[in-house]
């Protein structure tokens, strides 16, 4: 604990003043003087670094994970302290110009009603929002690993704050086709076919139907099917089946085989590839799986993941230095490939790690080493969040992208410098995301702190590659040259359409009252968004280098619903698209054996004129009359996501839940869907289709929803008797306050009340 005299002997010497924890500094900006608030206790045990003050556990940690990367931590805070000092300001001057250019398109819709659409585009020219293209290129990226250049397949997104969660998407790279066809509602419940807690014969039989149907398309044998086959056999480099009735057979395209495994005589494993991803037949007849079946089949494995994302951003709760520990600490964990959890599986107690290569014997009898795991990317958190796990000498906080770029670089060097046979990238790069930035003008300031972290972690230029959510949208309007600025380390552009939904309706709040959520996405700007996305990343020529991927499967129980729809992904040319969990990827795998992406590119993309700006443009304003039921649903469902989602993470730190929405569907709830939640009924409020009292009392009876929804939870505490508590009035602000919060991201409010939740525990224990 810091002692009270040394807080007020600093409070006295910094011309500072303290008061409820909280320590107010004297300081000058650009010449001008303004106060910095910060936390007494964290500012205090903060230690000088690079001409910053960083939080000790940031500096152990930092201490703690360099031996093996080559830098020695004093001076990468060195290093470290001179980026953040340089571009600081800069980072601010773009927030500014975010602002500005808001407040100006407030200005423009501020009474008047309808859009005259041309006055309204030539306006967001005039402004600086729509910028002018120039001549064509083509992005110049290398050194990129084939999950990412050429093969087409499921990305996984997950919270990297979650160790056991973040070892299972690392080793999603495959997954049991049958366990995700069992488990999921893809197989109906009807006919005797019930999940249960014991193995359900008439389900698993099933399985097996709907199993070897996907095989007959993919994998199709040259005369009869797979569910007549009773033996598989290798001979002269060849699979050989033999049916029931004693016929032997081949598949039809002798190209697909393309391993094996045997123990002595017994063919163990028949390894096939279509479109560049594997599908492996598991043979055991003596295994309870393999005796239901003819053919001895234990499962059927297929790779899934391709790559994953760990997730620093919208699916995590990291408020400050201890947060921000735990995120960078398992992020290290994955690229030094060290990362354990001992856990609870069933009855019994495991330990979860990361998996290691497979290795089949080719047709031809060499070896075939595939990797086990997934590719792995890491988010970082937009240009708009400031941590203060590191400050400015006069304590105020700085751009936190800043220590996510630098710090999870640092990590990744474990990967690249290791001479060990199984590495993330097998091509030498690290894979960051950027979240939320806005045009061509932010990518280039990210793209020069790339260029400034290569410099100070000694590594080629490039070797850190940039995936470019398309999210926001002055990013989507003027994507072409968002890529034209990061073109030689650009991997992919991915069309994140929930933060780009919430950004939709806070561009033009002041333009009038939006759709409810779900209209809102049957309206032309949704389609345009995403064919531009493709669009544009086949004309900076893409292909061959990065992907161009699309967004999350936002409904986790809905696995049959996915399985029908989410093709329509690789349909639209996107090389990858996010899943939020393994089972899912094992699903949508099944979508890029359908469909080749290469194939829709080349014949149905490349060449097509370019997906309406115009359309893009043409704001969702709602053109119909709500009824009061109308309304009363849709404010009930906002408040009921709004609630459910806010309460766990100001209560308990976590930063992605699954939320079940007015209908009972679950739902994945981070920061981007509480983004166009709160956008929707702020906007609502502002146009009068709601009033303030409607929305207060809504979410008082959504408490009472959420709270039942919680009850088995022992670590949550009920809103309702406690509507003044934290919790309760973060989700109050994040709706009255949402037509001023710069662009509607929700994370300022949500990072305040968890602070101040933090607080308050730490205060309840002392
Ligand atoms: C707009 C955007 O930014 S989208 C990107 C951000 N969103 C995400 O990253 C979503 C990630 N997904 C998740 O966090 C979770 O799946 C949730 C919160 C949606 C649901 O979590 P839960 O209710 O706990 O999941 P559920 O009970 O269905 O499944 C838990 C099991 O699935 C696994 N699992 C669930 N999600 C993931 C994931 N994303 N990656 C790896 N494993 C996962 C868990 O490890 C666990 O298995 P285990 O017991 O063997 O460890
Ligand atoms: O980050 C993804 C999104 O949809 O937002
Ligand atoms: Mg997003």
Known sequence: MIGLKKTIRLAKTARSTLSCGMLSLASRNHGRAHLVHVDAARFLASVAKGGLKVDEQLVDFVKEICPGTGIESESFWSSFGKMVR????????LLDKRSAIQSKIDEFHEGRSPIEFERYKKFLVDIGYLVPEKEPFSISTDCVDPEIALVAGPQLVCPVDNPRFILNAANARWGSLLDAFYGTDVIPEDGGAHRGREYNPTRGKKVFEEV????????????????????FSISEGKLTVTYDNGKQDTLRNGKQFAGFLKDGDELRSVLLRNNGLHFEIVIDHKSSI???????????????????????????????????????????????????????????????????DRVWSTPAGKELRLPGTTVLLVRNVGMHLYTD????????????????????????????????????????????????????????????????????????????????????????????EAIRAAKERIVFINTGFLDRTGDEIHTSFRAGPFYPKAELKQQP??????????????????????????????????????????????????????????????????HYHKCSVQQVQNENIAGRPRANLDHILQVPLLKRKLNADEVKKELNNNCQSILGYVVRWVGQGVGCSKVPDINDTQLMEDRATLRIS?????????????????????????AAVVDRQNQHDAAYTPMVGNFEGLEFQAAVKLILDGKDIANGYTEGTLVQFRRDYKRGQRGSRK
Not at 222 to 230: I, L, M
Not at 561 to 566: A, F, G, S, T, V
Not at 678 to 685: H, K, Y
Request: charged share 25%; aromatic share 6%.
């Open 86 to 93: 340089e571009n600081h300001s800069r980072n601010k001057e």
């Open 212 to 231: 070897f149907r996907w095989m007959d398309d993919i994998f199709p044998l040259a005369v009869a099917k797979y569910s007549q086959v009773e033996k």
């Open 290 to 356: 393999g005796k239901s079946n003819i053919a001895g089949i234990k499962d059927v494995v297929v790779e899934s993941a391709l790559t994953a994302i760990a997730d620093c951003e919208d699916s995590v709760a990291a408020v400050d230095a201890e947060d921000k520990v735990q995120v960078y600490r398992t992020w290290a964990g994955l690229m030094k490939r060290s990362l354990s959890v001992e856990m609870q599986k069933g009855s019994r107690m495991i330990t979860r790690r990361m998996n290691t």
């Open 389 to 480: 796990a590191v400050t400015l000498e006069d304590g105020s906080e700085i751009p936190e992208h800043m220590l996510d770029l630098a710090v999870t670089s640092l990590a990744a060097l474990h990967d690249l410098r290791s001479s060990g046979e199984t590495k993330n990238s097998r091509t030498g790069s690290v894979y960051i995301v950027r979240p939320k930035m806005h045009g061509p003008e932010e990518v280039e300031f990210v793209n020069k702190l790339f260029n400034t972290t290569e410099d100070f972690l000694g590594l080629r230029r490039n070797t850190l590659k940039m995936g470019m959510m398309d999210e926001e949208r002055r990013m989507t309007v003027n994507l072409y």
């Open 525 to 590: 700007w949704l389609k345009a968004y995403e064919d531009w996305n493709v669009d544009c990343g086949m004309l900076a020529k893409l292909p061959g280098k990065a992907q161009i991927g699309k967004g999350m499967w936002a409904a986790p129980d809905n696995m049959r619903q996915m399985l029908k729809e989410k093709i329509g992904h690789p349909m639209a040319g996107a090389n990858c698209a996010w899943v939020p969990n393994p089972t899912a990827a094992s699903l949508h795998a099944l």
């Open 678 to 702: 709160a956008q929707l009924i702020a906007n609502w409020l502002y146009h009068n289709i709601v009033s303030k009292d409607q929305v207060l009392s809504a979410l008082k009876e959504m």
